[in-house]
């Protein structure tokens, strides 16, 4: 890691400045490196600082990463000294707390993923530069290797050891002998594990243990919870394999596994499946439910039959459709609280002018969770709308005034 | 057909690992909703502990290395 391909003395090495030094000098380092004022870094920096901490960041990979002006050696360096990038365990271990960063920036933090990459490629890029990543050298042997492989060969042939020295100044003066390696054991294959065989017959009987058990109307077994077994039987099996037997297709299997998994947890629970297009319609306060359900279709909540005093007095409606699209349509001059919850789709919001609707907000992803008001205040009414796979559309008759809130996704 | 004992092998344990994670994290999203969602971070978590795990790995070969030397 500290072994650099440039001289510390060399006048395009770059480290922090003493001189220009206002928090660890890499503004003022950079500054002296390419010629130019450092109040150019600084500002950089600052700005970066407001697209979601990313000037932060940099700074802080920045100052770990280059050498102080009176040192060869980074602060990050001096930790990994002697770490061996090209160690599987080690190569696996930074790649995967990268992709952990990422996943934690950008769907717990809410960073944008865009930035985060940036970021990374960023310091990889300046890795590169450094010299710190680089792909494995391959190794030409030395004439003391040649020699010593020579001197063994000549050994097993019976050659006098004196005419060592002579064979080897012929090498060594016109080109280096292509030295002949021992043939290779073929390493004996080992028997099959029958970790993997295992695994699957677990899988299977606790499969079909969970259905006999929804047979015979013990408790109802959600599909995602299928999913969840036999992911979970296959992770045992590869986290056994990782010390006894060896099963590599089990890695397969998972990776088929997962997308159901994820997919069946975004459907609604067996009890409450039904599918349909229905449109509710309430005419007064009385007529409207706590909360509207539907399986598989198009769901339509149509308010507009209702004055605002009315919807003030219905307080909260939930809804939630597992795969389609939920509409709510909302009369004009009515406010509301939407909160908004889609696994995968869309939440759309749409004005209503002599019967056509005009979309005018769009918001589309995985997990999108939104909270916004609808219309004027105050926003008593207040909408949990969720959709599992599909559309939230929020439809108001005439010029729809939309804050959002809260926006997560 | 057996089920002998091998080096550690890093692939399986990280698949293995990974694919737990995913599953505690789907059965927990969908299970248990304290207004904070744990769910989100049991995935990540535990890339980054078995990142950190094997990057301490190789921090402690090489600090044995630099010690035989």
Redesign the interface.
Known sequence: MTDYNYSPDSSTTLRRSDDQRIFAGVCGGLGEHFGVNAWWFRWAFIILAFFGFAGIAIYIASWLLIPDEDSTESIAGG??????MS????L??????????L??AT??FHISGAIVIAVALGIIGFLLYRGDIRPPAKTQPTVDEMIEVKEVEESADGTPAGTTAAVVTTSVATKPQRTHRPPKEKKPR??????G??TMSVMLIVLSSMALIELADITRI?P??YA?AA??V???????????????W??FI?VLI?PV??FS?LLPSIADWSAGDPRYMPTSADEVAESYDLGAGQMTIDLTQLSADELSKVGEIDASVSLGQLIVRLPSNVGATVNAEVGVGEVTGGEIFESVLVDVYQYSGV?VEQVFTVGPPPNDLLLNLEVGAGEISIQYIGELELGVSESKG | MNMEQHRFDILSFIFGALFLALTASVVWSVNFDFGFDIGAWILPVAILVIGVALLGSGIRTALQRNAKN
Request: hydrophobic residues 55%.
């Open positions: 930790w990994f000294d002697g770490l061996d160690d599987t365990g080690t696996f271990g930074v790649v995967l707390i990268g992709v952990a960063a996943i934690i769907s717990v080992p028997p099959k594990s029958m970790l065989r295992l959600e995602y919870e969840a992911m979970g296959v992770a045992v099996g590869l986290l056994v394999g990782a010390w006894v037997g060896r099963a590599y089990l890695i998972g997962a998994l994820f947890s997990n």
